[in-house]
C-alpha cells in the first residue's frame, strides 16, 4: 500500500497531515514525530518512513536510492525546496556542526601549542589563530563539495568541555564563541539569524531549535532559559506582552515568526480562533469536509441535553475545546454532594441502611 494514500503534504511549511482517522490518527492532524536524529519519521501500517523522503517520493514519483540533503540544515525542515540529492560526503560537509574551537574545521594542538586544520583524513595545516584554520577548512570545503560546503555560521554552538582538560592560555580567549551562555551576541541579532522569509505564504520560518512545533531561543546568560520565538519577534515589533495575555498564529503555522501573521489574545481567544478554523479535536465533519446528514456534533449544539442554552455566561470551555454547561454541572456538583451526606450502614441482621451523616 502507498503509504501517501493517508496523507497529504503541504509545500509552503513541509509537514504532512493525516487525511484520515483511524486508531491514533485523527484527520487533519499533524503527522509524524522527531526521532533521535532530529528527523522527522512517519508510522504508515506498521512500518516507519523518513518524513524527507515522502517527499521526494511525491514530488519524484521515486524513493531516492541514495540520500537526502536538507540545504539549510534544518533536519525538520522537508519543503520540497530545501531538499537535494546528496552522497554521504556531502550531506556530511553540509552538517551545520563547529569543533570544541567554536570554528568549524579548526582544532587546538596542546603539545605544540598551536592551532590545526583538518578535513575528512586530509591534514591542511598549522595556523596561528583558529580563525586562519578555519578559513583554509572552507577553501578546502568549497573545492571538494562545492554548494554542499558550508562554514556552519548559522549552526547551534557545541558544547563547552572542561577546561582542565583544555589549554588554560587559549580556553579563555575561545570560551565565549564556544559556549552560547557567555555568547556575547545581542538577542536580536542571534534572532535574525534563525529566520528564513517564505515568499508564496509570507511566513517568517524559524530554522533554529524547535519543540512541539514552535520556535525557541536561548535568552543567555548563566541562568537563562528558553524564550519562544513567536513572543521574542512580538516584543520587537510590537511592544511589551501583558501579563496573562498569548501570542497567537493567524496562519496556524507554529514556526512562523512574522509578526503581521500574529495577535495577541487570551486562551479563550485562541480556543475560540482554532474552533472558526475547524482545528478542535470535536469539529464537525461539515467543516471537515465530509458531512454526516442527521449527525449534530458537540461543537455544533446550541444546547445541551436538559435544554439549556450553551452561550453566554452558562458556557464554560475546557482547555482541551470542550463545551461544558455550567447549570448542568452545578446539578451533578449538588447531587456529588449530597451522596457524601448519606452513608450505607447494616445492622447485625444483615438489613442495609441509609443513615444521614451530619
Known sequence: MNPLDELTYDPITGFFHWSVTRARCRYGARAGSLNTHGYLEIGVHGRRYMAHRLVWLLKYGVMPSGEIDHINGDRADNRICNLRLATRKQNAANMRGYASSGFKGAYYDKRRSKWFSAIGKTFLGYFQSPEDAHAAYCMEAQERYGEFATSGNHAPLARTRNRRHGDARQSSKIVAARNPRNDRTPLEDRFWQHVFPEPNSGCWLWVGYTNKGYGFISTGGYGGGLKAAHRLSWELHKGPIADGYLVCHRCDVRCCVNPEHLFIGTQLDNIRDMYSKGRARNVSYKLRGKPRPGRVFQSEKTHCKSGHPLSGDNLSIASNG?????????????????????????????????????
Open 322 to 358: 470542550w463545551r461544558n454547561c455550567r447549570a448542568c454541572w452545578r446539578v451533578r456538583r449538588a447531587k456529588s454532594q449530597a451522596k457524601k451526606r448519606v452513608a450505607i450502614t447494616r445492622d447485625r441482621a444483615g438489613r442495609l441502611s441509609l443513615r444521614e451523616i451530619t
